[in-house]
């Protein structure tokens, strides 16, 4: 990676993110609180730039993710607004499957994420024009096709994904050379992180995405949040 590329990439992912605060208002960023997203959440807060940020709170997290709720607090200032999945469906699909029914079925793990990160996700991206993630195309097989803007007709809205041509190694580039804090799970062997029970660290040489629902198929290994009727969907790219 030259200085010069990693600049041109920086510039263009900042663009982007001005862009959407100018042209999209309101819109929010859906952050998990992982490496990529930890990288848009000090652009966005840094640059004081218009993007609500908030994140999925789905009651299975590691201690170290919301432990970098107060680390974003302690660093920027900010607080991250937190959507929680609906008591009532828990406890009603814990009631019916047990705790760990996901580990049963690709239909149960899907029920699971659809009642702890869809239905929280929704509320979260009601009433706003746009939203953003921290996806990036290099981080699995379902996200090759990934493109920096796309129409997101599912939530009439525009999403974004202004890391989309990112490498891994750009992101900790972006982190170290900028002091950002990041979650220590990363530094345990987990480059992607979700819910405790259905993420584990990866050995050398594995897929970054191995460690999510590692039970399953790779091309099941999604949860749903940019997914409609339990399909991937080749969301239709908006040229810039």
Same mark, same amino acid.
């Given at each position: 990676m030259s200085s010069a590329n990693f600049d041109s990439l920086l510039s263009a992912t900042t663009a982007t993110l001005e862009r959407i605060a100018n042209e999209f208002t309101p819109a929010v960023f859906a952050s998990s609180l992982a490496a990529e997203d930890m990288v848009l959440t000090d652009l966005i807060l840094r640059n004081k730039l218009a993007i609500a940020i908030f994140s999925l709170e789905t009651g299975r997290l590691h201690a170290e993710t919301l432990g970098m #709720?107060? @680390? =974003? &607090? +302690?660093?920027?200032?900010?607080? =991250?607004?937190?959507? &929680? *999945? +609906?008591?009532?469906a828990v406890e009603n699909y814990v009631a019916s499957n047990g705790l760990n029914a996901f580990y049963d079925s690709v239909e149960m793990r899907k029920e699971c994420c659809r009642i702890r990160k869809i239905e929280?996700?929704?509320?979260?991206?009601?009433?706003?024009?746009?939203?953003?993630?921290?996806? @990036?195309?290099?981080?699995s097989t379902t996200r090759t096709e990934l493109n920096v803007q796309e129409d997101d007709a599912a939530h009439d809205m525009q999403k974004f994904n202004p890391l989309a041509d990112w490498s891994e190694e750009d992101v900790w580039h972006y982190i170290r050379s900028n002091n950002v804090p990041y979650n220590p799970l990363h530094d345990k062997g987990y480059p992607s992180i979700g819910c405790e029970p259905c993420t584990r660290a990866i050995q050398p040489g594995e897929d970054v995405r191995a460690?999510?629902?590692?039970?399953?198929? *790779? +091309?099941?290994? +999604?949860?749903? #949040?940019? !997914? !409609?009727?339990? &399909? #991937? =969907?080749? =969301? &239709?790219? !908006?040229?810039?």
């Open positions: #709720l107060d @680390r =974003i &607090k +302690e660093t920027y200032g900010s607080e =991250i607004a937190l959507f &929680k *999945p +609906e008591a009532a929280p996700l929704n509320r979260a991206l009601a009433g706003n024009k746009a939203w953003v993630t921290g996806q @990036r195309r290099a981080q460690g999510r629902w590692w039970w399953e198929n *790779p +091309e099941s290994k +999604e949860c749903g #949040l940019h !997914v !409609v009727d339990g &399909k #991937l =969907i080749r =969301i &239709k790219s !908006v040229a810039n």
